[in-house]
């Protein structure tokens, strides 16, 4: 998979570096060949990062000929907009059949080209309410860590751009090349993207919150049954309104996209490591039927169950 990294006079150490040690990694622990990240300039240049060091081992715009993924990881902080060159660079690329990723503030590059218009999309909290303003087309979600269109993909600030460059590598290669990537770098293998990016209290333990520590690890041991909000509340001994409050102080999140989000990632760890049917991992999974599980599947993924495991098998080959 070859990478195209966007850097620029003044760029932050961390958000370029983090980036590359990620996809890095996947070469480095022989997960996949042909992962190659390459960071480019405009001009083919040198730069001089906020650190004050210099880099010189950068290429220009032609890095982006042939590019899988095309990786906007920030940008200058008093938020100029694109230019003209570098805007077509991004639609030419896209046409091309290139994915597009703004990661932090790289989502702004990104909107200015007009990929995002008509979309949701998501940037480091602070500077959300000027993208809103400057691309009225583009829906600006606050809160989230990270969305993916399938063919372009923005993240907010800072260090969830870590937890979207996971994301890619587990949709690529599968959530135990992720997990593998992850572990390597001693941060969480998987956060969820609708998870809250920005809390201004700080989130208590699940563990330490009345029972709800125990009925969180009820409810994963218990998947393949429906598991309504009411059977929830009723195993933590609350009321529905108290439990729904308590649950998303605990996880920054509701109980039905929690309990969902559990059953995707069963199904894609049974997807990867049996040869289950669809029809069987569904019903392990507690979806109502194939059907469904599909349609939940393609919209949280970009892709289909079957497709995903296809992928995942020639990743391992």
Known sequence: MKIAVHAFEGITMFH???LLMVFGEVGRQNLAAGWEATAWTEDGRGIRTAEGLSLHDVSGPETIAGADLLVFPAWPNDLPRANDNLTDLIRTAH???TAVAGLCLGAFPVADSGLLDGRTAV????SAPLLTQRRPAVTVEDSALYLDHGDVLTSAG???AIDACLYIVRKHLGSAAAAKVARHLVVAPHREGDQAQYVERPIPDPGGVGDLG???DWALANLGEPLS???LAAHAGMSRRNFTRRFAEATGTTPARWILSR?????RRLLEATAWPIERIARTC???STVGFRQNFVAAYATTPTSYRQRFTDSMV
């Open 286 to 288: 507690g979806f109502g």
């Open 214 to 216: 125990t009925t969180l």
């Open 229 to 231: 909000v009411g059977d």
């Open 263 to 267: 059953r995707l990632d069963e199904a």
């Open 123 to 126: 940037t480091h909290w602070a």
């Open 158 to 160: 800072t260090a969830s």
């Open 16 to 18: 370029l570096a983090s």
């Open 95 to 97: 046409a091309d059949g």
